[in-house]
């Protein structure tokens, strides 16, 4: 069955440190990526999606994600984190062929001064 | 530009209780979407419409129903409001399909007693 992992339910890192948010997934076909960002009391906004071609996609806010085939990973990553980047990370597979959009649990980030 | 906007923000139910969450969206979109948020849990996609005049159920319908009333408009009735039922309900829109992005209200926080 398809399904998101996001292995860290919440990750604390330093302002102005580098940042990794990981996401596996499990999907038979080449999947439709995407990671949304979600601020307290707010709805979820995209950061970027991967469909196809290269594999490092670059998103807003500085943000990047890697597609890894044979690893099944789309890991989120940002070389320094802002305290405005506090908030819940969501990696999430599209099924092709459909219009269902498969949301893992979520990361929430906590960023210390 | 309003995008994507939920009524009301907060309700509170008592076991029992009948309420109708409403979700408009102004950008056109074809497909519209209910999604339940719990902790730890993801988004569960409750029920989508694909283009209006069409609604298909997701992945945890049971206890919902849904219109897609036009173009714009997509309700979401609870018949018998249960505590199970006790969440944030989060409406989306897109072009249509699994592989262009989401954009989502702000969210109905629900509490059921």
């Known amino acids: 069955a398809q399904s998101v992992t996001q292995p860290d339910i919440h990750i604390t890192v330093s302002e102005g440190a580098s940042l990794e948010l990981r996401c596996n997934y499990s999907?038979?076909?080449?999947?439709?990526l995407f990671w949304y960002v979600q601020s307290p009391g707010q709805g979820l906004q995209l950061l970027l999606k991967?469909?196809?071609?290269?594999?490092l996609v670059q998103g807003i806010k500085g943000f990047e994600a890697e597609f890894k085939r044979s690893q099944s990973s789309f890991n989120l990553r940002k070389p320094s984190v802002h305290w405005s980047d506090a908030a819940e990370y969501f990696c999430?597979?599209?099924?092709?062929?459909?219009?269902?959009?498969?949301f893992g649990a979520g990361t929430r980030l906590f960023v210390k001064a | 530009n309003a995008g994507v906007t939920q009524t009301p923000k907060f309700q509170v139910l008592k076991t029992g209780q009948s309420m109708t969450l409403q979700c408009a969206q102004d950008?056109?979109?074809?497909?519209m979407y209910w999604y339940r948020q719990d902790p730890g849990m993801g988004l569960r996609l409750i029920y989508y419409?694909?283009?209006?005049?069409?609604?298909d159920k997701g992945e945890v319908p049971n206890g919902y129903n849904v219109s897609r009333l036009n173009k714009r408009e997509f309700s979401l009735r609870l018949e018998s409001a249960a505590p199970s039922q006790t969440s944030v309900y989060f409406c989306?829109?897109?072009?249509?399909?699994?592989?262009?992005?989401?954009?989502f209200g702000q969210g109905t926080r629900l509490t059921v007693v």
């Open positions: 999430a597979v599209g099924l092709a062929g459909g219009f269902k959009t498969i």
């Open positions: 999907y038979g076909a080449t999947p439709y």
């Open positions: 991967y469909f196809s071609g290269d594999t």
């Open positions: 950008m056109n979109h074809n497909s």
């Open positions: 419409s694909a283009s209006e005049g069409t609604t």
């Open positions: 989306a829109s897109n072009g249509g399909g699994h592989d262009t992005e989401a954009f």
